[in-house]
């Protein structure tokens, strides 16, 4: 094959299989639907990317080209229906992942939620040692400024992926397992279905498992080594004491391990669920046999990764964060820890619903989620590969907020509304701490309300 030819190029993990097959000296290009910064950057990279469904667009060689799709492009798309009628190698993006990491020591990270943190920190902690290792991950690494890392030795991390059962698809050596909610349930139906499939990607771990204590899961499930970590629960194998948070929202604690203490340890990035998520990388780090030093090293510069817990503005009195999170329980773990960083200040949350299937199933969640917040503003559903569901809109979260400082507004509406909250009109309080959720488009506004921020209150630094 001489050419790689991606359909859904602009996916996350979908750009870091294209990024590596140009690495390897293929001729890549792809279709996306709509342009982002990610696609610009693949532009620059040299792949040829459109955004029309355009079938001459596709690379004319069939016997040398290979065509990879994501499952969350649409089934009647042109170009798809093409590429299958006309012959072309085809492979699902779950299944061109399994294929890289065959003979591969393989790591990794699964879970309805903290799976792309934890593995862009387990990938961290290879690197930052001298180690390295092949990554593809679930995220922009801040520290790398990309979701591929790539090394001349065996060593495979990825994000496993639950949607479309695509995790099942990897036989990793060590795994971690950081949740198991019920999501994705136009493909599972229910979480007994989710929690089978988990179930399942378990059944394929060959040497340890390294899952969040409390998860349905035993030796029934996998004839792997199974090995518990929570937050400060010492019930499980690996936890974390002696807690304190600094004033940046960076917390130090003591990790406590089968054997041993590791003390001194810090988290480069704020909040308690990143602590959470330090303790799954550094278990399965050292169920690799990783040094205890140099994963203590590099937890402590890890900077995190683009869209989660991703703080834009930080002046000390007003603070943005940006995340990914679009599940309710991300929503409530990340409100939660934005409540330990900074006590005492009024938390807006903006949150972009996505998918209707997810707005319909988790309705009074999200609201639940949500309410735990002092402001809420609730943006249109963002669709995504969906059409639209009768019934079905942001109305059915937000009736059910209980908090009486809500809003419900359209995405164009979220300049003018911020403006005004960051002058204290028409409320008469000023914004403290504004994150912005969602896994849409709501991304887009970043970089404007960051600007608005420093035009409104100054420069600061994040």
């Not at 667009?57 to 290979?66: E, Y």
């Not at 992942?97 to 934890?118: D, F, I």
């Not at 303790?279 to 203590?296: P, Q």
């Not at 809003?407 to 409320?427: C, N, Q, W, Y």
Request: proline residues 3%; hydrophobic residues 40%.
């Amino acid at each position: 094959m001489k050419e790689a030819y991606f359909i859904g190029i602009g996916g996350i993990g979908m750009s870091a299989i294209a990024r590596y097959c140009l690495a390897k000296g293929y001729k890549v290009s792809g279709y996306d639907r709509t342009p982002s910064e990610l696609t610009a950057e693949l532009e620059k990279e040299g792949m040829a990317v459109h955004y029309e469904d355009n079938i001459a667009c596709i690379p004319p060689d069939v016997a040398n080209t290979l065509v990879v799709y994501t499952p969350a492009i649409p089934a009647d798309l042109a170009e798809l229906r093409y590429v299958f009628e006309k012959g072309y190698k085809v492979v699902k993006r779950s299944r061109m992942l399994g294929e890289l990491s065959q003979g591969m020591r393989t790591l990794a990270v699964a879970g309805t939620h903290g799976k792309t943190t934890t593995s862009t920190l387990l990938a961290h902690i290879f690197q930052h040692s001298g180690t390295l290792c092949n990554a593809f991950l679930g995220g922009i690494s801040k520290n790398y400024d990309s979701n591929l890392l790539m090394a001349d030795n065996d060593i495979f991390v990825a994000e496993a992926d639950e949607f479309d059962r695509s995790f099942l698809q990897l036989h990793p050596d060590i795994a971690v397992i950081t949740a198991m909610d019920a999501d994705h349930l136009d493909i599972y139906n229910d979480l007994a279905h989710v929690q089978e499939a988990f179930r399942a990607f378990a059944s394929q771990v060959k040497d340890c498992l390294v899952c969040k204590l409390g998860l349905p899961l035993d030796s029934k499930c996998t004839g792997a080594k199974i090995l518990h970590y929570s937050y400060d629960d010492n019930k499980a194998d690996f936890y974390a004491s002696d807690i304190v948070r600094g004033q940046d929202g960076c917390f130090s604690f003591t990790l406590n391990t089968p054997e041993g203490s590791i003390t001194g340890m810090r988290c480069g990035i704020p909040g308690w669920v990143n602590v959470e998520n330090s303790i799954a990388a550094a278990a399965a780090a050292l169920c690799f046999g990783m040094d205890a030093e140099a994963i203590k090293e590099a937890i402590a510069c890890y900077k995190g990764v683009k869209r989660r817990f991703d703080v834009h503005y930080n002046n000390g009195s007003t603070i943005y964060i940006d995340d990914y999170a679009h599940h309710p329980e991300e929503l409530a773990k990340a409100i939660s820890s934005i409540r330990g960083m900074f006590p005492g200040k009024k938390i807006t949350a903006v949150f972009q619903p996505h998918l209707y299937t997810r707005t319909r199933d988790f309705a009074p969640d999200f609201a639940r989620a949500l309410s735990n917040a002092d402001k809420v503003i609730l943006l249109d559903i963002y669709p995504a590969r969906e059409e639209p569901i009768e019934g079905v809109t942001s109305s059915i979260i937000f009736d059910k907020i209980t908090l009486e400082n809500k809003l419900l507004i359209r995405k164009e509406e979220l300049m003018e509304t911020l403006a005004k909250d960051l002058t204290g009109v028409p409320s008469g309080e000023h914004t403290e701490v504004l994150i912005t959720f969602g896994a849409g488009n709501i991304d887009r506004y970043v970089d404007a309300i960051t600007k608005l921020l420093e035009e409104k209150l100054g420069d600061a630094n994040a």
